[in-house]
């Protein structure tokens, strides 16, 4: 078996690491255009700053050790500019060189990645715009900083925009954000992003959402950037992190089948349209594991198994690929945000039937010193309860919580399941009632239609006749510092006694700052006759959504 690999990083290296090991016979050959076969993406960011001190740590691995320890044929500076499937050769150029010569195979697998989108703005070539993609951006970024810019401007605030905005204010640069969308971090939805953005402005950072550049100047003092609003903004440094788009052209230029956004497409076995080449990666369409149907997940670790399934296949053991859901998670200063599954915007572009629920826990139990707040929202089926996804930000615990709900996900588990998970317990770690617990209770509660809940969108849309009475059962002092505009108070502690200058004839959406008293007023109420639903997430859930239409 002679087999080649194109391309190193996460998803090649991976399939050629697993090929050995399946196989002490086979030659292979992996061919890398750049310097490095396997590095860190995801710590670019953070080498920029200077938490990552050390370049080297940046490397996952090296040739030299790929060659000593697994026998692999590594050549660096080798671009593959050309596969013959009749004739199963390709044509390779040595970079160092410039030779060009043919190398047969077997089985080939694809790994050439994805590359950073360069939009056709005007002056996009001038000296200080970068893109973000491998160790020789990072290097020259990283020098620009080192000599001193004062003003950065980051171009799209998804996730690596984000960890390039918190890193650039670490090393004392002043930096504005600019996102086309009306949102930070977009796969998210857009209310669970109001902590991200009010974070950011603490830090100093110039959130700009909704507008885009237009065009990169020259100035006196280094670039400035010309945004669709008008704005001006003076930079000695702009960085493009507006998406990614699959290195597709060899697979194209070979006649492979590629889907409609670019992406190689590929069986449960990763085989291409040619069942002798694979591919894996951020290059490659995948199945939407929630959902079905193709989409396109650039992710490192959905990446790397790609890699070891190809290899798999390769030397005849079947292995398939579920599909990718698309868990992710960043960390922008103190909070972070994470999130698997589909998100809500998501289902309804598919029409999805769903449902959704907030709960705001700690992360571990009150009564022991440092708990610290997060928000979860849960989307999962009206019917079934299968959870569909999921998504929190907070501070610490989110992770944990996130990776939790995405086994679950995998596992085709439902919010019923969630009230039964048996997690770990102590009061510096979490809770007798686990936030995953909680997910779990307030959405089966409201399938069960014991906890009939109102979520905050929902409410806010609804025409003035259909508005319910807005009952606000938090304290007069909690009240007084916050409401939503048009409610009433009347503490839980008093409604026993009170409800009954309740209208008996108008629905009511009870409220409180989290939902668990808005829940024990909604029980109370609606045992005494009363139309009435919980806000699901409270006042907390309502500010998140009055953010995120600032």
């Known amino acids: 078996m002679k087999l080649l690999i194109v ?50 740590k940046l490397l996952v691995t090296t040739p030299e050790l790929l ?56 002056g996009l070539d001038l000296p200080g715009i970068y893109t973000l993609r491998n160790l020789q951006d990072v290097d020259r970024i990283k020098q620009r900083v080192d000599q001193g810019v004062r003003q950065a401007v980051v171009v799209g605030a998804g996730f690596i925009g984000l960890e390039l905005v918190e890193n650039l204010v670490k090393r004392n640069v002043a930096t504005t954000v600019v996102e086309l969308q009306n949102q ?20 100093g950072v110039e959130v700009l959402l909704g507008d885009s550049a237009e065009a990169f100047e020259a100035a006196a003092d280094g670039l400035s950037v010309r945004l669709k609003s008008g704005r001006q903004l003076p930079a000695q440094l702009v960085i493009l992190g507006v998406g990614v788009r699959p290195e597709n052209q060899l697979a194209v230029d070979a006649g492979l089948e590629v889907g409609p956004r670019g992406g190689i497409r590929v069986n449960e076995h990763l085989q291409t349209s040619d069942a002798d080449i694979y591919a894996v990666g951020d290059a490659i369409e995948v199945q939407d594991f929630v959902l079905g149907g193709a989409t396109q997940v650039p992710l490192a670790g959905p990446a790397n198994r790609q890699g070891r399934i190809a290899a798999d296949n390769v030397f005849g053991r079947a292995a398939t690929y579920r599909g990718t859901q698309g868990t992710a998670i960043v960390g922008v200063f103190d909070r972070t945000a994470a999130m ?64 939790v709900l995405a086994m679950a996900i995998q596992a085709g588990l439902t919010v019923f ?74 503490s839980v502690d008093d409604l026993r006694a009170r409800w009954g200058e309740l209208p008996s004839n108008r629905k009511i959406a009870a409220y409180c700052q989290v939902g668990q008293r808005g829940y024990v007023a909604t029980r ?22 009055q953010g995120a239409q600032r």
């Open 340 to 403: 698997t599954g589909a998100s809500e915007k998501v289902l309804q572009r598919n029409q999805r039937p769903y449902r959704k629920i907030y709960v705001h826990p700690g992360h571990h139990a009150g009564y022991y010193p440092g708990a610290e707040s997060m928000t979860i929202k849960l989307l999962f089926d009206p019917d079934s309860g299968r959870i569909l996804g999921a998504q929190a930000v907070g501070g610490a615990g989110v992770d944990k919580r996130i990776d």
């Open 7 to 56: 391309g190193g990083v996460a998803g090649g290296a991976s399939a050629a690491a697993r090929a050995r090991r399946l196989s002490e016979d086979a030659e292979i050959i992996l061919f890398e255009r750049g310097p490095e076969v396997s590095f860190a993406n995801c710590g670019l960011p953070y080498y920029i700053g200077g938490e990552i001190t050390k370049r080297d």
């Open 67 to 122: 060659r000593a320890r697994f026998n692999l044929d590594v050549r660096t500076r080798s671009l593959v500019e050309a596969i013959d499937r009749q004739a199963k050769r390709v044509r390779v150029r040595d970079l160092a060189t410039d030779r060009v010569y043919e190398e047969s195979y077997d089985k080939l697998i694809l790994a050439p990645g994805a590359a950073p989108l360069r939009p056709p703005i005007a």
């Open 417 to 490: 399941d969630l009230e039964e998970a048996e997690l770990a317990y102590a009061p510096q770690y979490g809770s007798a009632k686990d936030p995953v617990n909680m997910a779990g209770f307030v959405a089966a509660g409201m399938l069960r239609g014991e906890h009939p809940q109102i979520d905050v969108g929902t409410l806010l849309a609804l025409p003035g006749d259909e508005q319910p009475l807005l009952l606000d059962v938090r304290t007069p002092q909690e009240f007084a510092a916050g409401a939503i505009p048009g409610s009433i108070n009347i």
């Open 184 to 203: 930070v971090l977009p796969p998210l939805d857009q209310e669970m992003t109001t902590p991200l953005v009010e974070t950011l402005v603490a830090h």
């Open 524 to 545: 109370m109420l609606q045992q005494l006759g009363l139309s009435v639903q919980n806000v699901s997430g409270g006042y907390k859930a309502y500010l998140l959504y």
